[in-house]
């Protein structure tokens, strides 16, 4: 491998040593990275959810370690995927803000990546599921008729199939190592994300053929009767049916874990669910008692089981590090009107944490997280660590005890000992960003918002956004809620929370993390 490729300006992080391996354990455990949609930390029964049940991941939290602060590094899908993949904080980067279904590739092919480094220490990468990291040369040039180049190949993985955006956003279709499945030469695909085709319908003009109805935005092309963000024409034999994605995207992962099994793989298998627009497989239709966003929760258990399923029959599990997490937390209207928030009820999708999606209120950002390992992780663990995404790739090449190239994960650090349970401490500090980029410190049991611009909360989502022109400071120890903002009363700790952040935020900042 070439490591001048991956040479970026960026402070050299010096972090924990690598695993030590007993003696005679095999060195090369498989991975399998389960990364949700928009599912919040209250979302899952093993995180106190009474009002749905998900007993496949509370069975992955009995047989492992059960994360109750760990982190995605955004509140949103496109940077907390990026950070997570390249072990850098997207606010480093402009361009990596929610994309478009037409965006150009967010992650540039010569930056290093998780896959890179599984691809390098000899695995067989896999990606299969939502994307939403861009695919082609640059925004809304790519030829969707053609391999879409670059594409998830060039940053390290194998195989790829992807859903390119989100399952609201054109094109509704899937991408299988940079080409559209089922494409029909004869039936050539457009996509624009500023005008609409002629002649083609629209959620605005045409409600009378939708059977989701938008409550905001999504009102641009009709795909299954459901409107979506973006135009799109031709491509009728490529399109998803959104009843099906689940098992699709579950059939592909379990077919790439069976062809690898007698390899090392590595396999990010990243769902749709619980994402807008929430159109369960008929086997979960119904079955929640909380209309469709509840039962792609029901759905997303059942994927899980299937992973866990499939590593059993091939007798795969005793060698497999299986982490489940999600992206960012939770929306209840997203932007359909699909009885998300009139069958809400007693559930509280983020827990007994502030704000949700888009916001850097606890809920935003501290997701469901668990790892499991057999042998090498205690079973039946819960830790309340301070642990982030963003610390992934850096936690697996000490696993591996692969050497990261210079400048690679500037943001993240070796942190096996959190992952697989031997520190309850975890990160030093956190910094978290919301939809609006602004960001917040957590560090110590405090959090730091930092002043910043944007709606202090969208009504059209119901979400507070953590956004003010004053600063706020949380004791997240004794108030986990964020109910009171200490940031007149404790100028000590404001002040040194400020100070921390614009040090990190410099690239200044001290080591170990
Ligand atoms: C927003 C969409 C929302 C969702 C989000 C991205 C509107 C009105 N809202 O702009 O529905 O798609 O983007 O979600 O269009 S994420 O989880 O992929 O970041
Ligand atoms: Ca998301």
């Not at 070439?2 to 050299?12: E, G, T």
């Not at 391996?21 to 990275?33: F, K, T, Y």
């Not at 932007?335 to 069958?343: I, P, R, T």
């Not at 936690?395 to 500037?410: C, D, I, N, V, W």
Request: hydrophobic content about 35%; overall charge negative.
């Amino acid at each position: 491998m070439n490591l001048n490729r991956y040479l970026v300006p960026s402070v050299l992080m010096v972090c924990g040593s690598a695993y030590a391996w007993a003696e005679g354990e095999p060195s090369r455990p498989n991975v399998v990275l389960v990364y949700a949609d928009d599912i919040g930390y209250g979302d899952l029964s093993c995180n106190g959810a009474r009002t749905v049940r998900t007993p496949n991941v509370e069975r992955l939290a009995q047989a492992g370690i059960r994360f109750t602060n760990a982190h995605s590094a955004a509140a949103t899908s496109t940077p907390s995927r990026y950070a997570m993949l390249t072990g850098e904080y997207a606010w480093r980067r402009s361009g990596t803000g929610i994309a478009d279904g037409d965006a150009g590739m967010v992650i540039r092919p010569d930056r290093f990546t998780m896959a890179d480094l599984f691809h390098g220490a000899g695995y067989v990468t896999g990606m299969v599921g939502k994307w939403h990291l861009g695919l082609g040369e640059e925004n809304g040039t790519q030829n969707w008729n053609e391999k879409l180049v670059p594409g998830i190949g060039d940053l390290g993985f194998d195989y790829s199939f992807a859903m390119a955006a989100t399952g609201d956003r054109v094109p509704c279709v899937f991408v299988e190592n940079g080409n559209v499945v089922n494409l029909d030469p004869a039936d050539p695909i457009e996509v624009s994300y500023k005008h609409n085709f002629p002649g083609e319908p629209t959620g605005r003009d045409n409600p009378e053929l939708l059977r989701m109805r938008p409550s905001h935005g999504h009102d641009m092309s009709i795909v299954n009767g459901i409107s979506r963000i973006g135009y799109m024409k031709g491509g009728k034999k490529a399109l998803w049916k959104d009843e099906e994605i689940a098992a699709t995207l579950v059939d592909k992962a379990v077919a790439f874990i069976e062809e690898q099994k007698d390899k090392p793989f590595f396999l990010y298998f990243a769902t749709q669910d619980a994402h807008v627009p929430r159109v369960p497989d008929p086997r979960f239709a119904g079955k929640s008692g909380m209309g469709p966003r509840g039962d792609v929760l029901l759905e997303f258990d059942w994927a899980v089981g299937q992973i866990l399923d499939t590593l059993e029959r091939l007798g795969l599990d005793g060698n497999t590090i299986v982490v489940v997490s999600s992206d960012n937390g939770p929306v209840v209207d997203d932007g359909y009107q699909d009885q998300a928030v009139e069958l809400l009820g007693d559930h509280k999708p983020g827990g007994i944490y502030r704000g949700g999606k888009y916001s850097l209120y606890e809920a935003g950002t501290r997701v469901p997280c668990i790892w499991s390992w057999k042998n090498h992780i205690e079973p039946g663990q819960v830790s309340d660590a301070l642990a982030c995404q963003i610390d992934w790739m850096a936690t697996f090449a000490a696993l591996l005890g692969e050497q990261l190239p210079e400048g690679a994960t500037p943001d993240g650090c070796d942190q096996s000992d959190v992952w697989l349970g031997k520190d309850r401490k975890g990160r030093k500090n956190l910094v978290v960003q919301n939809g609006a980029n602004n960001l917040s410190l957590i560090q110590d049991g405090w959090k730091y918002i930092r002043p910043g611009g944007g709606e202090p909360y969208i009504s059209s989502v119901r979400i507070e956004t953590g956004n003010s022109g004053e600063p706020q400071l949380f004791d997240l120890k004794n108030d986990p809620s964020e109910k009171k903002n200490l940031a007149a009363e404790r100028p000590d700790v404001l002040d040194a929370m400020k100070e921390s952040l614009e040090e990190i935020v410099d690239g200044r900042y001290g080591l170990p993390l």
